[in-house]
Nanobody, 111 residues
């Protein structure tokens, strides 16, 4: 059974940092591209950052220079380091690979 479990969300002030984690099971993790998406209230889900099996990364323009995606294949984990957070980063953040989604973790950034 494929499962993705996110953690690390919470409430933070603008300018602060959070690190999200996603634990994967039931897949050959090292072969899978992974992504972080987010969905703000009333908005569509959008890609925040992606990382290929080889470690290449891509970012939404809105988070470039502030967020860093990384992976640890030995631990079957993917991370999203979020710095210089803004109120507009408030959303539920989801871990994804292919058609599999985690349950999401809420990030709230106060002004």
């Amino acid at each position: 059974q494929v499962q993705l479990v996110e953690s690390g969300g919470g409430l933070v002030q603008a300018g602060g940092s959070l690190r999200l984690s996603c634990a994967a099971s039931g897949i050959i993790f090292r072969l899978k591209p992974m992504g972080w998406y987010r969905q703000a209230p009333g908005k569509q889900r959008e890609l925040v950052a992606g990382i290929t099996s080889g470690g290449s990364t891509n970012y939404a323009d809105s988070v470039k220079g502030r967020f860093i995606i990384s992976r640890d294949n030995a631990k079957r984990m993917v991370y999203l380091q979020m710095n210089s957070l803004k109120p507009e980063d408030t959303a539920v953040y989801y871990c994804n690979t292919g058609v599999v989604w985690g349950q999401g973790t809420l990030v709230t950034v106060s002004s």
